[in-house]
């Protein structure tokens, strides 16, 4: 649920790791101007990826969010005593607000993320079904009570990945400021549907790389540095 825009200035943009890659299979420039190429390519790609999900029809969507919501729960595992970060629904992201009720009957807690400045990282606050909830930025329904904390496990929704469990968010930063402030012990789960999986992303430093990506055909775990 980041902003549908690219970096902002006050973002530094780092060197891209583009040199691993061969330029001319990317399609892409071979001078300095490659990582202005990297962010045409990603407001390109998500804006189609953004409209494939939104075309999917409601019977296979709800089926895809069963599956997706199965499949989430097997990979976080026991939950009570733990804080679980879900968000929600935006632009046709998967709808986890069944996670959340199942998280809560199971004696965990789950939190929704809140921007509460461009630019800097996001806040977590705890809520739980029944919570009184008011508009936030970009209309996201956010918690009314300001209660943050600090999750266990953040789950985050993608607009596209690679199988190297790097997200294509919305442009903005916000996740990748928030996991860069956490500590290193937090697990990150992606979740988007099947076909949001690309070939890359074309990483730079400042993305982070979740610990896995779950989808309604699977889970892709990222493999060991």
């Given at each position: 649920m980041d902003i549908d825009d690219d970096i902002p200035p006050t973002f530094a943009s780092p060197p891209c790791l583009m040199h691993e890659l061969d330029p001319a299979y990317a399609g892409l420039s071979s001078d300095r101007s490659?990582?202005?190429?990297?962010?045409?390519?990603?407001?390109?790609?998500?804006?189609?990826?953004?409209?494939?999900r939104l075309a999917i029809s409601p019977d296979l969507r709800a089926a895809c969010e069963a599956q997706i919501v199965s499949r989430l729960l097997a990979e976080i595992g026991p939950v009570r005593g733990r804080v679980v970060s879900v968000y929600w629904?935006?632009?046709?992201?998967?709808d986890l607000r069944p996670l959340i009720r199942?998280?809560?009957?199971?004696?965990g807690r789950c939190a929704l993320p809140v921007v509460v400045e461009k630019g800097q990282p996001l806040e977590f606050r705890i809520w739980r079904p029944g919570?009184?909830?008011?508009?936030?930025?970009?209309?996201?329904?956010?918690?009314?009570?300001?209660?943050?904390?600090?999750?266990d496990i953040v789950v985050a929704p993608v607009v596209g990945f690679d199988p190297s469990c790097y997200r294509l968010g919305y442009g903005g930063g916000y996740y990748d400021?928030?996991?860069?402030?956490?500590?290193?012990?937090?697990?990150?789960l992606g979740v988007g549907f099947a076909q949001s999986r690309i070939r890359t992303i074309y990483p730079q430093a400042h993305d982070i790389r979740m610990d896995a990506v779950v989808t309604e055909s699977g889970t892709d775990h990222a493999s060991v540095r």
């Open positions: 490659i990582c202005a190429d990297v962010r045409r390519w990603r407001t390109s790609e998500r804006a189609r990826l953004i409209a494939q629904p935006f632009r046709g992201e998967p199942q998280i809560a009957d199971d004696g919570d009184k909830l008011v508009r936030g930025i970009w209309n996201i329904p956010v918690p009314a009570r300001p209660v943050s904390c600090t999750p400021r928030t996991l860069a402030a956490m500590a290193a012990t937090r697990r990150v």
